[in-house]
């Protein structure tokens, strides 16, 4: 069932994105779309537009529901929120933009973790240990952080950066900070196949509907109670 763009307006203007984002001559179109994608998969504090479905998916979950594991095949808002935020973070800024990524030692300690990487292919007692510890609060305040540096980084971008190639030292980077673990080393191999353009199309866009649509099914199963 879909809990995320019942109208499917978002998946529709992500199939146009898929048929530009390459064009040198729609450049301009493309970037307006991808940012109309990204601002209705972030709260409207990153995009200064009216309040989405993020918003209201967000509003009044209690800190404790973001920690709660709502099925036995599930993970929970917390891991999906930390993941997101992680890969949107980590592939903008260091591999599109070639800078730092927003997560640091800061963040790190306002979040209140240990862990540095994605989220990918954490086992069930990780996925707890990082949810029941992390500042949920906080946790929001960091992907709205990454999620208005996406917004900076799109509007930056040229034609020719659509087809230039994910830079090795980028993903030898994302290595070194800790973004992977020992299980999701293939994660950087997928990056490292990417152009610029298909990096846009799942981490700041695709990969986010599909795991706040999880988000939105899990909150409703936990409110039922």
Aim: aromatic share 8%; glycine share 4%.
């Amino acid at each position: 069932m879909k809990y995320l763009d019942t109208d499917n307006s978002i998946t529709e203007k992500h199939h146009e994105l898929k048929k530009i984002i390459r064009k040198s001559d729609r450049i301009e179109q493309a970037k307006k779309l991808f940012l109309e994608i990204h601002a209705a998969l972030h709260s409207c504090a990153v995009s200064g537009g009216k309040a989405n479905e993020i918003d209201t998916l967000f509003a009044d979950l209690k800190p404790q529901e973001f920690a709660v594991v709502p099925s036995a095949k599930a993970e929970t808002i917390a891991w999906a929120v930390w993941h997101l935020a992680r890969i949107e973070d980590m592939t903008m800024n260091i591999l599109v933009a070639g800078s730092e990524q927003i997560f640091d030692s800061e963040w790190q300690k306002r979040m209140n973790t240990a862990f540095t990487d994605t989220g990918v292919s954490m086992d069930s007692e990780k996925i707890i240990k990082l949810s029941s510890e992390l500042n949920s609060a906080e946790l929001l305040n960091y992907r709205n952080a990454v999620g208005t540096r996406t917004r900076e980084i799109i509007a930056a971008l040229t034609a020719q950066d659509m087809k230039r190639r994910v830079p090795a030292d980028g993903i030898n980077k994302i290595r070194s900070e800790g973004g992977t673990c020992e299980y999701s080393e293939w994660l950087l191999e997928y990056w490292g196949g990417k152009d610029i353009a298909g990096l846009l199309l799942m981490p700041p866009t695709r990969h986010l509907m599909l795991h706040l649509n999880d988000c939105i099914k899990w909150k409703q199963k936990l409110q039922e109670y």
